[in-house]
């Protein structure tokens, strides 16, 4: 089964100012945030930790519109990390999402 990661399913739910507010608060570029959703770079955990931050940020704001992205998602380092792992339980794996087709393909 085909999957994406959280942090393409957050952007093709953000607009594009939530996109760019979100690079900004954690000191990226939205062009770096394409790479990460599309698995092209990993995240430092400098960044991770920004983006996991920021993210909670609008999350709450949006009323959980958005999803929370965490460090774990996006930095390999931190999913390895005992700490993580206990802090974030069952969070602390790599959180993907089917790619859902037409409804047709669905209920066929």
């Known amino acids: ?24 608060r954690a000191g990226t570029s939205r062009g770096y945030l394409y790479q990460l959703s599309g698995g092209h770079r990993q995240a430092s955990a400098e960044l991770g930790a920004a983006i996991e931050r920021e993210s909670k940020v609008m999350a709450k704001a ?3 519109r958005l ?13 390895a990390c005992d ?3 206990r802090c974030l ?5 790599v959180s993907e ?3 859902v087709g037409k409804i047709e393909e669905i209920s066929a």
């Open 67 to 79: 999803p929370v992205i965490y460090r774990t998602d996006i930095v390999a380092a931190c999913r």
């Open 83 to 85: 700490f993580a792992q």
């Open 1 to 24: 089964m085909k999957t994406i990661s959280i942090v393409k399913h957050w952007m093709s739910l953000a607009t594009v100012e939530e996109q760019q507010l979100l690079a900004e």
């Open 97 to 99: 999402f089917p790619i």
């Open 89 to 93: 339980g069952e969070r602390a794996v």
């Open 62 to 64: 949006s009323k959980g």
